[in-house]
């Protein structure tokens, strides 16, 4: 899996799916990052069949990596096994490279419902079949915490290859991320500028700004990339104009942080702990 790829969420217009995948390709990005809750899949779809039918982008369908996932009101085996049937028309391919659950519940029911592990089993189970068929590449989850990891020893014959999960300096996930690294589980970084509250020059965070004043070469946004990616966690930021597309990716033309740097803006959540997104702790 490639370590850098393109988010997606919240981009739902088929024009501006259309260039901003097209742009991306363009600019060298290998993945592209979705789900079936985003409303897209189609329209990336058809923008990749765009690019792999243009003989001078030379692209094939084995070049990109395409990452979807199944929303909370599929869960289930007959919910999941449809679901990924559905994002595979969608997305006009013969495989996913990785699918994944995006969230450990299923839709209506409170967090405390032992249900939540009911259906997540049986949504693993279907992940676990379409695998073998080939439909799959790789299988994984979304915004699993530790205890929903170590549930799955229970009953997963294949454990999950990746998490995916928010992760930025002021949510670092440490103990999550140990634990994934640990058990040859792979992290991938989501919301890596805090939904762009990281990248505001409103917002005042001791460690960045010095961190920042040191590295005069790298914008807010790279030095945040540059700090999962050192840490061998594989980022999807999102980007809707081309100068946001070619900053992002620009990281691989840039010097390393220093581990004075890494450790800095590790320290950040200690003051300024924060989660933008969806928080999966309290789901049974």
């Known amino acids: ?8 969420w919240q981009q739902r217009d088929p024009a501006t799916v259309r260039r901003v995948v097209l742009q ?5 990005y290998r993945l592209i990052d979705t789900a079936s809750a985003y409303r ?8 990749l069949a765009e690019a792999f039918d243009d003989r001078e982008s030379g692209l094939r369908r084995d070049d990109v990596w395409i990452t979807s996932k199944l929303a909370p009101k599929q869960q289930g085996f007959d919910g999941a096994s449809a679901a990924v049937l559905e994002s595979l ?3 006009q391919t013969d495989y996913i490279d990785l699918y994944l659950i995006h969230w450990p519940g299923v839709s209506g029911r409170p967090p405390e419902s032992m249900e939540h592990t009911a259906y997540r089993r049986e949504s693993w189970r279907a992940l676990e079949s379409l695998y073998k068929d080939g439909k799959i590449r790789a299988i994984g989850v979304s915004n699993y915490t530790c205890a929903h990891l170590e549930e799955m020893r229970e009953y997963a014959e294949i454990m999950p290859m990746v998490n995916q999960c928010e992760l930025h300096p002021r949510c670092p996930q440490t103990d999550l991320l140990n634990y994934c690294h640990s058990n040859n589980i792979a992290f991938t970084a989501y919301a890596s500028f805090g939904e762009g ?6 917002a005042s965070f001791p460690q960045l700004d010095a961190v920042f004043a040191r590295r005069s070469d790298l914008t807010r946004a790279q030095i945040l990339l ?6 061998d966690i594989a980022v999807i930021p999102k980007a809707s104009s081309m100068d946001r597309i070619h900053e992002n990716i620009g990281v691989f033309d840039k010097k390393p942080l220093s581990m004075q740097d890494i450790s800095e803006l590790g320290s950040v959540a200690s003051h300024f702990y924060k989660r933008y997104c969806w928080d999966p702790e309290h789901v049974a």
């Open 1 to 8: 899996m490639p370590s850098f790829g393109l988010g997606t």
């Open 24 to 28: 991306a390709l363009d600019a060298g």
């Open 40 to 47: 897209n899949e189609q329209a990336i779809g058809s923008a």
């Open 89 to 91: 028309r969608e997305l």
């Open 197 to 202: 509250a990281l990248l505001s020059s409103d």
């Open 226 to 231: 540059l700090w999962a990616l050192q840490r």
